[in-house]
Nanobody
Framework: QAQLVESGGGLVQAGGSLRLSCAAY????????MNWYRQAPGKQREWVAT????????TYADSVKGRFTVSRDNTKNTVYLQMSSLNPEDAAVYYC?????????WGQGTQVTVSS
């Protein structure tokens, strides 16, 4: 059974850093692009970053470009989101996502809170 499990969220002061992890179980990780999304209260879920299966290409939303870095360890079936220079607008539940055989897979989310 394919499953994604996020961790690493928490409370951080504005300007601080946090690293999120997403562990993939089942066959979902190998050969698939991995994505990070976030959803703030009262807002729609928005795409944050993508890393392709080989890890050689990444792309980011303009709002996080230059501050966030997505990476993956294919030996650990884990994708990471390193977040720096956090501001209150970054506060949200962060979700890991992938798509396999036409089906979307989401993690349960991890809360990031940024205090000003």
């Amino acid at each position: 059974q394919a499953q994604l499990v996020e961790s690493g969220g928490g409370l951080v002061q504005a300007g601080g850093s946090l690293r999120l992890s997403c562990a993939a179980y089942g066959s979902i990780f190998r050969g698939n692009n991995m994505n990070w999304y976030r959803q703030a209260p009262g807002k729609q879920r928005e795409w944050v970053a993508t890393i392709i299966s080989s890890g050689t290409y990444t792309t980011y939303a303009d709002s996080v470009k230059g501050r966030f870095t997505v990476s993956r360890d294919n030996t650990k079936n884990t994708v990471y989101l390193q977040m720096s220079s956090l501001n209150p607008e970054d506060a949200a539940v962060y979700y890991c996502h992938s798509r396999m055989a036409g089906k979307d897979y989401w993690g349960q989310g991890t809360q990031v809170t940024v205090s000003s």
